[in-house]
């Protein structure tokens, strides 16, 4: 719609973790509600290339997009919100600037030049943030920077925002600060200094805000808006109330009634209309509307910090809201989960869903949480690992192999039922080494899965090494676990289920990491669907005992 591509800044003050990526999420809904061709990319300012290889506690779950990038799991929000694929150039890492740069000044590129902070690593920054906009694909692009103002790590990355707004001139470049307006209930009353210390930091490194978005627990009055407009050297309108929501899916409404929208637009000299957010509502509805609510058991070893599987929770968030059913999901540590407490842990629940992850710790508590549902005929997800000791307990318990296990957690195991592909088995280096992005998967005619996505042939992201050993596939199927989904050109299983089971379906890959609020997973809407129907029936059956 706009003949030249602009470029929204959002950045963050006081403290971290203040929902920069819901706002970001936010606003791009808005505006695509708007007819604005609209992405989101975040900068986050670790050293890491990627979030590969960093541990769930660290950073909440590693999201991978269709093209196999790595990222922060923001990118996740971005997608679920706009129902549009990011890529590899919608998340940069510091580690990733500081390669490319170095890599650079091997190849003798900058001529001899002592290499710097700046013009160098901020002149790669700002390549990264315009490459989105230089494709053509975008009418404006929403970078989110992470951390804080002031942060010394994020330095480079503001400093790279003030030369861009710079370069690109009036009305093509905004900066949105997202900063905490603590309420102390001791005093009964907002405070506005930490935001006019943010704005403070943010200036001294010549950076403007042009809005400020406020996050905060109760209603901002206009006195303090007022206040903080002045201070800050904003226009009253731009000063943003962020009120504490029940839900996420309530913020771009939020944002709606604040005006957001607007003032973003008006600042990049865009027009605005009444954004077309009907099926969001009808979504919102039906979540806050259930008819009836379900028990899900989540077992993992990352159980602690529920950022570890935020998809798969969002995930089931819109299954639900698809169900018009609400989904209570009962987080298990595998750790901590036995053969002698498994019907103590399980037994209440209307479905189980094993989760990925990798290394051995907690596989036996899935294992034994597999056995246990699959004797009970209680539906089953098993997700990329989950899917892998469906595997090893169906081999262990009904072909009566001891030993079967992975070659991730035993690597002198005469029966490897999950063992590596023949061409990782030379490579050391953990980071980027995995079958990673979307994989072509052909569902077998007369299975779950092909009534399920009521298609021949899917893509599903992968982030995994080990696979299904193909040697075993045989034995398997005759025992009654069946090979219902595999890839055309490796012959690879992707999805496993076992007929005799009401609803017992394992998949290599992640199928959370495509479930948005306008096309919720059908693998999930199935799942969900399956556990209710589980628990009409186990009521039906304690009603007539």
């Known amino acids: 719609m706009t003949s030249t591509t602009k470029y929204i800044f959002v950045t963050g003050g006081v403290t971290s973790s203040l929902g920069k990526g819901i706002i970001a999420a936010s606003l791009a809904k808005l505006l695509q509600a708007q007819g604005y061709r609209t992405t989101i990319q975040k ?74 902070v700046v013009p160098h690593i901020t002149d790669e920054i700002k390549e990264r943030i315009q490459i989105l906009g230089k494709s053509g694909d975008y009418d404006i692009v929403i970078t989110e920077i992470g951390g804080t103002v002031g942060d010394i790590e994020s330095l480079p990355y503001v400093e790279a925002v003030r030369q861009l707004r710079w370069d690109l001139g009036d009305n093509n ?26 704005v403070k930091t943010l200036m001294e490194s010549g950076v403007q805000a042009d809005v400020l978005v406020c996050r905060t627990e109760h209603d901002l009055p206009e006195d303090l808006r007022r206040k903080l407009a002045l201070f800050c050297n904003v226009r009253e309108e731009a000063v943003i109330q962020s009120i504490d929501a029940s839900t996420i899916y309530d913020v771009p409404n939020l944002m709606l009634q604040q005006g957001l929208d607007k003032v973003v637009l008006k600042k990049l000299a865009l027009e605005s209309s009444t954004p077309d957010i009907t099926r969001w509502n009808e979504f919102l509805k039906r979540l806050k509307n259930p008819k009836t609510e379900i028990t899900i058991g989540l077992i993992g070893k990352y159980v ?94 009904v072909l009566g192999i001891a030993d079967a296990c992975s070659t991730e957690m035993d690597t002198t195991t005469k029966n490897p039922v999950i063992d590596l592909m023949e061409d990782q088995k030379t490579i050391t280096d953990k980071g980027g080494t995995m079958r990673l992005g ?82 919720p997973h059908p693998l999930f809407v199935a799942f969900v669907k399956a556990a209710l129907s589980y628990k009409k029936a186990k009521g039906v059956s304690v009603a007539q005992n």
Not at 44 to 68: A, F, M, Q, R
Not at 173 to 193: D, F, N, R
């Open 43 to 116: 900068l986050d300012p670790y050293i890491n290339v990627d979030p590969g290889t960093l541990n769930p506690y660290e950073h909440g779950e590693c999201y991978v997009t269709e093209d196999g990038a790595e990222t922060d799991l923001d990118l996740g929000h971005y997608e679920r919100f706009l129902n549009v694929p990011t890529s590899q150039a919608n998340n940069v890492t510091t580690g990733r600037i500081y390669q490319s740069v170095i890599e650079k000044e091997r190849r003798g590129e900058f001529l001899g030049k002592t290499v710097q």
């Open 173 to 198: 470049g905004i900066v949105i600060h997202l900063t905490l307006v603590p309420y102390l209930s001791a005093a009964g009353e907002l405070k506005t200094k930490p935001t006019q210390h943010s």
């Open 438 to 519: 979307a994989w072509a998967c052909d569902l077998k005619e007369g299975s779950k899965v092909r009534d399920i996505y009521n298609v021949e042939s899917i893509k599903e992201r992968h982030r995994h090494r080990y696979e299904f050993n193909s040697n075993y596939r045989e034995q398997m199927e005759a025992a009654g676990m069946i090979a219902t989904g595999l890839n055309p050109e490796t012959g690879l299983v992707e999805i496993v289920e076992i007929p005799s089971h009401p609803w017992f379906v394992g998949v290599q890959y992640h199928p959370e990491y495509k479930s948005t609020v306008a096309n």
């Open 304 to 397: 602690e910090l529920q950022d570890s599987y935020k998809s798969i929770l969002e995930s089931f968030i819109h299954a639900g809201a698809a169900n018009n059913v609400k989904v209570n999901v009962e987080s298990i540590h595998s750790e901590y989960l036995k053969s002698d407490n498994a019907k103590l842990k399980l037994a209440h629940l209307d479905g189980v869903l094993v989760a990925p992850g990798f290394g051995e710790r907690g596989i036996e508590g899935k294992i034994d949480a597999v056995k246990y549902v699959r004797e009970n005929s209680i539906p089953f997800l098993g997700i990329c690992l989950g899917m892998q000791m469906a595997v090893i307990e169906f081999s262990r318990n």
